[in-house]
């Protein structure tokens, strides 16, 4: 069974350029989150897409981010314009329940860097 | 709302010891919690979970966590510690009571084992 995983693994850019994220969950998988980690602080809630409808969207940090899930398969995570803040790892997670005692299987992450 | 602390940055152990990396939580009702580790350049994989009856859970690897609800931790250990145990690992919360069912994440604790 493939994992989940992430494109691109790395990614510099300007302050003010756009950014995008991708992830492919794992087949079968209807529950898809997008997580961050800023340096040495919390993995961090994005948001939770349950297909192609996103169930929760309260992590997302501001308007210049914006995560799609068309078809409920991949899902891509936009950042523009970004900012040196926005620096940090984005993890994709999904499972195949949304229940509270369900763990989540982890991409390997987008590190982003913003100059 | 709920919060996890993993209040060592960094834990250095002799190969062969035993470990044990701390995470401590707070929730207003009863919690599931989570370890998952994290290696170099891989994405977070989950390691073992409470959810309910004995407090002692036995996970991947050889991985052992005690749920201590008076305490209100949830330790990682294990009895003889690998080289190969260096890794980041991730405590994570979330309360069985209802409000989010998003898992709510510590800042991450470095275990390096020394040959």
């Known amino acids: 069974e493939a994992g989940v995983t992430q494109f691109p693994s790395h990614s510099v850019i300007e302050k003010g350029q756009t950014v995008t994220l991708r992830c492919d969950p794992i087949?079968?998988?209807?529950?898809l989150y997008w997580y961050r980690r800023v340096m040495g602080k919390e993995i961090k809630f994005l948001l939770h897409?349950?297909?192609?409808?996103?169930?929760?969207e309260s992590g997302m940090p501001n308007n210049r981010f914006l995560a799609e899930r068309t078809g409920g398969t991949y899902s891509t995570l936009k950042v523009q314009p970004a900012e040196l803040e926005d620096s940090g790892v984005y993890f994709c997670?999904?499972?195949?329940?949304?229940?509270?005692?369900?763990?989540?299987?982890f991409g390997p992450g987008t590190r982003l860097t913003v100059l | 709302a709920q919060s996890v602390a993993q209040p060592e940055d960094q834990v250095n152990v002799a190969e062969g010891n035993p470990l044990t990396v701390k995470c401590t939580y707070s929730?207003?009702?009863?919690?599931?919690l989570f370890w998952y580790v994290q290696y170099p350049n891989r994405g977070l994989q989950f390691l073992l979970k409470?959810?309910?009856?004995?407090?002692l859970v036995k996970g991947s690897y050889g991985f052992e966590a005690e749920f201590n609800k008076s305490q209100t931790s949830f330790h990682l250990k294990k009895p003889s510690a690998l080289v190969s145990d260096s890794a980041l690992y991730f405590c994570?919360?979330?309360?069985?009571?209802?409000?989010?069912?998003?898992?709510?994440f510590g800042r991450g604790t470095s275990l390096i084992v020394h040959p």
């Open positions: 409470y959810i309910t009856g004995d407090n």
């Open positions: 929730v207003s009702g009863n919690p599931y």
């Open positions: 087949s079968g998988h209807d529950n």
């Open positions: 897409f349950v297909k192609e409808s996103k169930q929760d």
């Open positions: 994570a919360v979330r309360d069985k009571s209802g409000g989010s069912y998003i898992p709510t």
């Open positions: 997670a999904s499972s195949q329940e949304w229940a509270a005692y369900n763990e989540q299987f």
